[in-house]
Nanobody, 123 residues
């Protein structure tokens, strides 16, 4: 199985910055897409940003120009640099990764989520 552990959330003032980190571990053969999603209480989880294995990125319109997603394939880690944070960015942020476990001759797909990290933007 693949486990994802997020870190880096917290309280920040409007206009401030935070960097989220998500590390994947387990019997990973390859990771295709990694991403960040967020969810407010009573609302659906929504896409923030994704990045593929060849560093192709996709962002929600609401975060374009403020957030940057990146990854370190050697460490199976994805980052989300969040700048110019706004009160409406306050949510629980979840990491997602999908790929393959096992070996070249015995692969299985996985699609895993982290436990979530709280981001609060308030003065």
């Amino acid at each position: 199985q693949v486990q994802l552990v997020e870190s880096g959330g917290g309280l920040v003032q409007p206009g401030g910055s935070l960097r989220l980190t998500c590390a994947a571990s387990g019997s990973i053969f390859s990771i295709n897409t990694m991403g960040w999603y967020r969810q407010a209480p009573g609302k659906q989880r929504e896409l923030v940003a994704t990045i593929t294995s060849n560093d192709s990125t996709n962002y929600a319109d609401s975060v374009k120009g403020r957030f940057t997603i990146s990854r370190d394939n050697a460490k199976n880690t994805v980052y989300l640099q969040m700048n110019s944070l706004k009160p409406e960015d306050k949510d629980v942020y979840y990491c997602n990764a999908e790929g393959n476990t096992g070996s070249y001759y015995d692969m299985e797909k996985f699609d895993s989520w982290g436990q979530g990290t709280q981001v609060t933007v308030s003065s």
